[in-house]
């Protein structure tokens, strides 16, 4: 079930705002550890992008179509995100770039550069969210970072009252980038906070309805690309890190995996529908009802 903090403007302009404690993992304490190769020379950082340019071709062999202007409109768009979100890359790096616009629905693995130069290696459909049904609404737009601040976890492969796995089978890795401040589309002006994962869904209901807006306001997967982002750890360049003296991290990375060197921490996400969107700022401080 989607976890949402509502946030209202009420009498004399108090904002108010309820909330459900999670339980979030901290970053373990101390500087990150130089788990990282030498840097790559252009020649290794050519080689590794053709790799997981084919690979993602077998992964998603019926991925959208994406002409050269529509792909430099998204990069655009994507780069505007990223200076919003005060995002800088001192190396090059992967990253998952999301078309939530209702007409695309596109994932991108994307290479970055320091200099600025952007180039998409392969596409996939993806779900987003759906405004307009209980528990619904559109995934917020902006950089949502898997940097260690909250840990992610693996399906059961359970089913709910309605019998779909949600998170699609047991074993499927889910990426959780914490609260998020989305519209809220119930009251006029207003927002709420939703918890934003990325996962697969189930395989039988829900799998064949990928590539349109259908979601709580996570970012559905195929099965096979959220095999590919876990095994080849294209966003878990932190996870990955911390890993080497965190037992929590070590158990949820999977144990036959082959991380790219080219693993960044960033799925940005775009709306090329309503290009003037900005992300909302972070939500005040939750008031604390009774105390």
């Known amino acids: 079930m989607l976890r949402t903090a509502t946030r209202l403007a009420g009498p004399f302009g108090l904002v108010v705002m309820l909330s459900v404690n999670t339980g979030v993992f901290a970053r373990p304490a101390g500087p990150l550890p130089d788990t990282a190769a030498k840097p790559l020379n252009e020649a290794a950082i050519a080689a590794e992008a053709a790799a997981i340019r084919s690979a993602l071709a077998l992964v998603a ?3 959208p179509h994406m002409t050269a202007a529509r792909q430099a409109t998204m990069i655009a768009l994507g780069k505007r995100m990223v200076l919003a979100g005060n995002l800088f890359f001192l190396r090059p790096q992967l990253l998952l770039l999301v078309d939530r616009a209702a ?3 596109i994932m991108a693995v994307t290479l970055v550069t320091p200099d600025g130069l952007w180039q998409i290696l392969g596409t996939s459909h993806v779900s987003t969210g759906k405004p307009g049904r209980k528990e619904h609404y559109k995934t917020p737009v902006g950089v949502l970072l898997n940097n260690g601040a909250e840990l992610g976890y693996r399906a059961q492969g359970t089913y709910n009252q309605n019998h779909i796995r949600g998170l699609g089978v047991k074993g499927m890795r889910v990426w959780d980038f914490g609260w998020r401040t989305t519209d809220d589309w119930r009251y006029a002006k207003s927002t709420i906070e939703i918890r934003v994962e990325m996962h697969a869904t189930d395989p039988a209901i829900l ?4 590539g349109r807006p259908d979601s709580e306001g996570c970012i559905r997967v195929s ?9 080849r750890g294209i966003i878990d360049a932190d996870l990955r890190a911390f890993a080497v003296r965190d037992i929590s991290y070590r158990a949820l990375l999977p144990a036959h995996a082959d991380p790219t060197p080219l693993a960044g921490d960033a799925v940005v996400v775009i709306d090329s529908s309503e290009p003037w969107l900005r992300p909302h700022p972070p939500a005040p401080p939750a008031v604390a009802m009774g105390d």
């Open 103 to 105: 007409a695309t629905q």
């Open 61 to 63: 062999p019926n991925g």
């Open 207 to 210: 799998a064949h309805r990928i």
């Open 223 to 231: 099965a096979a690309l959220n095999k590919f982002l876990d095994r």
